[in-house]
């Protein structure tokens, strides 16, 4: 387990390089809170618009951050970094394990000063309860960065890799409850206006179990159900430990 820390150290020296896009992604993440969110505030009648978002926003730059993992990931089968790492001491399992690790770090750690604005606001839940939150974020942000990776190491074509990623972040971005309230989702497809499975996909989607999670604590609606903890479970541990495998697959191939 020696290694795993330096291959983290590591990957966050790589994050902090990228100073113009954090401050940008900061802004526009501050943007949305602080001018949209209470825009909409003035112009939606059915909820508090700001107190909705705002746990909205915080799991979208967990989203982001976590996610961003892949692309490093596929630059490196791209351009056959790979027999660099394979050179160094570490075993397999420990590179595949940390890069996972320091994916959902990275996005922990950026969606922090979020979280903290949303307690300033929306108010402070209990010790249990921000251990609870944390804890959830945390195997969020592991499955995240899994499914990046995973995504990142299935080809090494960049075109199709940028297809597949995109397809994944928009669907997990906008089929989720980060922007809308699942009834209101529920209603437009009930309506025939979308897909029935879109509905579906926006209750299970990870984005929107983390998001809820947070509402349930903060504003006490969705009222609090253990399906949102299963729920990330079930999506984050076993894709964290598909895309160690499927890593680690990779490192033996280019033996």
Request: charged fraction near 15%.
């Amino acid at each position: 387990m020696t290694a795993i820390p330096y291959i983290i150290e590591r990957d966050f020296k790589r994050f902090f390089r990228y100073k113009w896009w954090l401050a940008g992604m900061i802004s526009m993440n501050l943007a949305d809170l602080f001018i949209m969110a209470l825009v909409y505030t003035k112009m939606v009648t059915l909820v508090d618009y700001f107190r909705f978002f705002a746990p909205g926003i915080t799991v979208t730059a967990l989203f982001a951050a976590a996610f961003m993992i892949g692309r490093e990931v596929n630059w490196e089968v791209r351009r056959d970094y790979f027999h660099y790492l394979l050179s160094l001491p570490i075993k397999h399992w420990e590179l595949a394990l940390g890069r996972v690790i320091s994916g959902a770090l990275r996005g922990m750690v950026y969606m922090l000063p979020l979280l903290l604005i949303d307690f300033a606001f929306l108010g402070i839940p209990s010790p249990l309860q921000v251990l609870v939150i944390l804890l959830m974020l945390f195997l969020l942000s592991l499955g995240i960065s899994g499914l990046s990776i995973t995504i990142a190491v299935s080809t090494n074509n960049f075109e199709r890799f940028a297809v597949m990623r995109g397809l994944t972040y928009y669907l997990l971005f906008f089929c989720s409850t980060v922007f809308y309230p699942l009834k209101l989702i529920q209603d437009i497809s009930a309506q025939g206006i979308i897909p029935p499975f879109l509905a579906v996909l926006a209750e299970i989607n990870p984005l929107s179990n983390g998001a809820d999670l947070i509402r349930c604590f903060l504003i006490g609606n969705p009222p609090f159900n253990i399906r949102l903890i299963i729920s990330i479970v079930v999506f984050s541990l076993p894709v964290a430990v598909i895309s160690s495998f499927a890593y680690a697959k990779i490192l033996q191939r280019q033996k």
